[in-house]
């Protein structure tokens, strides 16, 4: 009685291990994929535990291990754990952390892209018709303890699942990966790798792993006997060795020893070693770890000259290491240990027929039901969910960084920089927002002072810099668009050449600085009776034009002028004394439905003219070119 209760409470305790693990596969796979998926990948681990603990509760356990039907299923019946005793209970509770363990692997390799409601689809299909099928093969027994499934009778050895758990999840992955494609930007043109953002929590997800792996080896007794220290022994030296060899191999490849292949290579020596811990030395132990270590990494390039996206590197580390660890027994097992074979040639052949069962089955079954249930739903997300992250459009969940990304390539798709972003304190994000800001501040500053330049030298070549009116250079540019809009609408246009009488004498006498006040005044009363539509432009000392438009006819240009001249001539008062100066102005009109072409200078050169006789007569008066 003491030792059956010893044994139960090993088993229950290495049920806790492996349900361990689950918060193994979370950590790891949540620091391999982008901060924008790490919630969708973290639920994924979560949910498909429950949900393959239900579907292995109500009927997997008995597909499993229920009375064989032929060595190809068990028959389904009721789990009645109330009348059970409580060593089939515990034996239970550890086969329902395996089916979990099982499920949960392929999350990691469809991350950051495939549907939540997509992947329960396949955690559905995973827990009830595949992994308790094939493990039905393996490891099921008769009332006596003898195997009843077809493998177990064939001579197929894996002692603790590296291809009943492992390469069955891995090829269920596969399958998955091609169904639903990479992810955008992984391959093809400007394709490149996608580094995690928590590599530190991935490295503690291994920790976590492999002490869940003493429980998923050293429960496989399912008795605390002699064989514990070993298979516990040699879970640590495979999972040391693998670890060792991927960082090496890495480090020849790529001149420096990849994260990524470190902890996968750790995590294969654990999964090859599962299929024979208990029957190897310390030695082959090693050995076997130290070749999956090679295998995981030689798998993952593989994979990416293949353009296949395993976003954790759940193929190489599950699947390939599995089937080198379950090949491994045929190799280094002890002969007597073979339950059919007399051979290691004929073990061989037994462990390769096992392996291409899980493959064909495993695969198969979860790719054909994919592609007919692809009909009726979609198991990728769109393009604009794989971008915006799983974690909002899966979930409504967010984070103060993806909150800052957010807000800041809003800013980026609108070009409006004028407002700060949103600082949530005391976060990583909130300090970035602060350092943000003070950026796009000094960004803002630095903008409108080159705006201000930029102002400044327009202002300087187009406009006086005395008078702040438009310059010769400017005012030939929009004579030269008034007499296009003219030609086009068919009205008239007229340009007036004003010069200024007697104001050499105020110049000479009064001084430059009262000559420059001067023109400074008569440029603002002679804006003061001018529409706005009309400009006036200085064009060279005391010589001005107006570029009138819209009028109706010369009288218009008449009245314009007469108030020009009144208003020029009144007396001014300057800084130093009063003056009194007159104007002269010579007016040329164009009447754009004529049909008649004319240029800036034509019509300068006219309005000059008129101007010069005026003013070399009367003064003071204004005259129309002919």
Known sequence: MVSANIDIMWILMCSFLVALMQAGFAC???GFVRSKNSVNVAVKNLVDFCVSSIIFTVFGYSLMFGASHYGIIGEISYLDLNSSSTSFISFYVFQLMFAGTAATIISGSVAERMKFSG?????????????????????????LGNPSGWLGKFGFMDFAGSTVVHSVAGWCALAAIIIIGPRIGR?????????GHNLPVAVLGVFLLWIGFYGFNGGSTFALNEDVPRIIANTTLAGAASGMSAMIYSWFLYKAPKVEHLINGVVAGLVAICAGCNLFDEMYGLLVGAVAGIVCVGGMLFMERRNMDDVIGAIPAHLMAGIWGTLSIALFAPLETFTVANSRFEQFGIQLVGIAAAGVYSFTVLYVLMLLLKKFTSFRVTGDAERIGLNISEHGATTSLIELISQMNL?????DFSKPVDIEPETEAGHIAMFYNTVIEKFHMETVRRQTAVDELYKMANYDMLTSLVNRRYFYDLTEKAISRTKRSGRMMALMFLD????????????????DEMLVQVAEKTLDVLRESDVLARIGGDEFCVIVENFDSKKDLEQLAKKIIKTISATHQLTVARANIGVSIGIVVFDGSSGESITTDEMLKKADNAMYKIKTSTKGDFLFSE
Do not use: R
């Open 28 to 30: 790891l796979e949540t």
């Open 119 to 143: 992947y329960l689809l396949v955690t559905c299909i995973m827990a009830a018709f595949i992994y308790p099928v094939y493990g039905h093969w393996v490891w099921a027994t008769d009332a």
């Open 187 to 195: 391959f093809g043109k400007g394709g490149k790798p996608i580094d």
């Open 411 to 415: 800013q980026a798709k609108s070009g």
């Open 500 to 515: 200024l009488d007697g104001f050499k004498s105020v110049n000479d006498t009064l001084g430059h600085d009262a000559g």
